[in-house]
């Protein structure tokens, strides 16, 4: 539309990037194949729609990489060329814009008054003299540039406001580069990954989702505590990590970690992600004797450790502990040290009785399953203490204040080219046989109700000033 | 549970609003547009009154936050920020017309909150990665941007009607309704209403995200419902903005953006992703 200018060369790849036309095209497009997006399950999400998809529509699917839709390539050519017709664009009506905004009209033109709407005129029986220089006033205290010129008895004024207006569509341009550039940024020099880390223990390696490989933070993070919280209604109300930073052995930072509330350290942001259970290294037995059926001891023994045995004929310990063995659910090696005779050991498990109806006859008498196979003590394993992990999510970003950067010169760029506008205002004072009269006119790139309010404005102040 | 019963009442109210709009448009008598526009307001006031109770009301169950939580507060919010707006409009514009084709729309989301089966009226607690500041300043400017675009659909179907009938005989009906520049100048300034709101909830949804997931954009399907939103009304804004494209054109294109804003309300709720608590 503003292509006033006619290149000597008109080249057709700059013609066919400067077409907004192409803009709208891109910007629907982009819109369609976003739609397909959130239609087609990406990334883990497909296994299961892939599994519904006939052979050859899986082909189809995974050609176009329509399960990771957002990084093929084809997306991507789509998203350079929509940078390349905004820069071109850009490119293309700035030398228009910049005369818009160089053009000083003089003050002293006649056109804007003709025609002139009989209300934009006042007539004052004031000297001109006094007259003028009120208005001079007027208009320096309301608008930022004014200028004047005596013409033949009558006096000119030119004023203006928003000059800047013009530049708003480039800043919103320019915050839309900034965006892709930071992310750009963060695609290449960032990283997302987690970890998992148990209450109480610590690790210097995370693991990077997009490839799975480990990632050396370079620092150490240990896990000191991780709690939840529920409401009465039994919704989640808070996770909480303690977590310490460790370098070259010594704590540096400690902190806690909450969702909505991430932690950084040494340029590495941790988020709360998930969390969970992993059985700890302590179980919960008890222990009865033959004939005794009226007491029983609890003991609550961690993996390892010896312990003596009740009414003392030698000594336990246990040796192995599993969630899930064989499937047949939570179990633990006891193993028995006795005073005199052979050491020996054996299973117990959590669900005794189930076990039981479950193993093969001669697993049953075998004494490696007999709970009560030295005598006179029988074992029976209450449960395993679990330990909760936390689940970090483990994220560098270099790009994102470059982001942020865009979304800010967005809402300036977006408040600027819809709510500012340029207005030119003219005002002559000149002597009619009636007394001083004022004439006021005015133009403005757009919003024309903005541009009549402050005539209207301009003129009731001028009606005062008699 | 006071809040909830004043709600469902302002339905009734809103919906008696309408039918005030509509018999105004029909019979013209300044009378019925007074009592429309008082309906509205009484409507608006009840609403903003439940709005604060509920919200104190939150206090004293020991949770204390903003009525903008759940599917069931954000259609309250939405159909408030709707009558907000309107009111704001029909006081700068002086035109009652547009109130039949907007209190429909405030209706229809109180009735769906107060009546619909599936919603949960009741006060809930926050699960943690809705306790955050970003919370009120996301909801309020998408709602806002929502509401905008309301308005924007509302204007291109009366600007519809107005076209229809300029090929037909005068209708009573349209009589009353402003001329079609009129309509296709206001529905411009509404789209870029919504359009800078949809932009400033999108960035505060964005913030929000970065710290709770460390991620500024995960192509969640709310997120890129929004953006298709936006990319929708982003090619509007340049096709009259550059191309001078008016009219049928951008009501159309309008309706079209109104579409998609409905599906980044409601319609993502049957696709999974992160903003699931707002079922």
């Known amino acids: ?466 | 549970m006071i809040n909830a019963t004043i709600l469902s009442y302002t339905t009734f109210v809103y919906f008696a609003a309408f039918l005030l709009y509509l018999l105004y448009m029909v019979m013209h008598r300044s009378l019925l547009g007074q009592l429309a526009t008082f309906a509205s307001l009484a409507g608006l006031t009840a609403q903003t009154v439940a709005m604060i109770l509920r919200w104190i009301e939150s206090y004293e169950l020991g949770f204390g936050h903003a009525p903008l939580s759940n599917l069931y507060e954000s259609l309250i919010f939405f159909a408030w920020t709707i009558m907000l707006l309107y009111l704001i409009v029909e006081w700068r514009t002086k035109n009652k017309t547009l109130g039949a084709f907007v209190t429909p729309l405030a209706f229809l989301a109180m009735a769906y909150a107060s009546f619909s089966p599936d919603i949960n009226s009741h006060i809930q607690p926050l699960i943690p990665a809705l306790k955050s500041n970003w919370l009120i300043s996301h909801v309020i400017t998408c709602f806002f941007g929502y509401a905008a675009f309301g308005l924007s659909f509302a204007l291109s179907i009366m600007y519809l009607i107005k076209r229809l009938d300029k090929q037909g005989s005068k209708g009573i009906f349209v009589k009353l309704i402003p001329a079609q520049d009129i309509l296709d100048d206001l529905n411009y300034q509404m789209i870029v209403i919504g359009f800078l709101m949809l932009t400033l909830g999108i960035i505060t949804g964005s913030v929000w995200a970065h710290s709770a997931w460390g991620t500024y954009w995960s192509w969640d399907p709310k997120e890129t419902w929004s953006l298709i939103t936006w990319l929708i009304y982003a090619s509007v804004i340049h096709s009259r903005m550059v191309r001078g494209w008016r009219g049928r054109k951008i009501a159309i294109l309008s309706i079209i953006g109104f579409c998609c804003v409905l599906f980044t309300y409601f319609g993502v709720n049957y696709l999974a992703g992160l903003h699931s608590y707002a079922k």
């Open chain 1, 1 to 466: 539309m503003n292509k006033s200018k006619t290149k000597d060369t008109p080249n057709p790849v700059w013609k066919f990037f400067s077409s907004i036309k192409l803009t709208i095209v891109i910007l629907i497009l982009l819109a369609i194949v976003c739609i397909i997006g959130t239609v087609v399950p990406q990334n883990e999400g497909a296994r299961e729609f892939a599994a519904r998809l006939s052979p050859q529509a899986l082909s189809i699917f995974k050609t176009l990489n329509l399960f990771d839709m957002y990084h093929a390539l084809w997306f991507r050519v789509i998203i350079a060329c929509l940078t390349l017709n905004l820069v071109v664009c850009s490119i293309d009506r700035f030398p228009a814009t910049w005369k818009k905004f160089r053009l000083r009209p003089d003050p002293d033109r006649n056109k804007p008054f003709e025609h002139l709407p009989e209300d934009q005129s006042i007539i004052t029986k004031r000297e001109f003299a006094n007259t003028a220089d009120d208005v001079g006033n007027l208009l320096q205290s309301r608008f930022k540039r004014t200028r004047e010129k005596e013409v033949e008895g009558s006096l000119y004024f030119y004023a203006e406001k928003g000059r800047f207006s013009h530049f708003g569509v480039y800043i919103v341009h320019l915050s839309v580069l900034l965006i892709l550039i930071g992310a750009l940024i963060g695609s290449f020099f960032g990283f997302e990954a987690y970890v998992n880390i148990v209450e109480g223990e610590q690790t210097d390696q995370v693991m990077i989702r997009k490839d799975m490989r480990p990632l050396d933070l370079g620092f150490t993070v240990r896990c000191d505590k991780f709690s939840v919280d529920f409401y009465e209604t039994g919704a989640p109300k808070e996770f909480r990590s303690v977590l310490g930073f460790i370098v070259d052995g010594k704590e540096v930072k400690r902190t806690d970690l909450l969702v909505n509330h991430p932690a950084e350290f040494m340029g590495i942001a941790f988020y709360q992600a998930s969390y969970g259970n992993v059985p700890g290294k302590t179980v919960d037995l008890e222990i009865s004797l033959e004939g005794d059926t009226a007491s029983s001891y609890s003991v609550k023994a961690e993996m390892g450790k010896e312990f003596s045995l009740p009414k003392g004929k030698g000594a336990f310990q246990v040796a192995d502990v599993r969630t899930d063995i064989m499937r047949l659910g939570p179990a633990a090696l006891i193993a028995i040290r006795p005073e005199d005779g052979k050491p020996q050991d054996f299973w117990i498990f959590e669900n005794h009785e189930m076990v039981m109806k479950k193993l093969p006859a001669p697993m049953v008498k075998s004494p490696k399953f007999n709970p009560s196979s030295f005598k006179p003590y029988t074992f029976s394993l209450k449960g395993i203490q679990t330990k909760y992990y936390t689940g970090l999510q483990v994220n560098r970003d270099p790009g994102v204040s470059t982001v942020w950067a865009g979304c800010f010169f967005m809402i300036a760029g977006l408040f600027v080219t819809f709510f500012m506008s340029h207005q030119r205002i003219w005002v002559r004072v000149d002597k009619t046989s009636r007394g001083t009269r004022i004439s006021v006119a005015g133009t403005a790139g757009k919003n024309p109700v903005g541009l009549e309010r402050e005539i209207v404005n301009l003129i009731n102040r001028m009606k005062q000033l008699s």
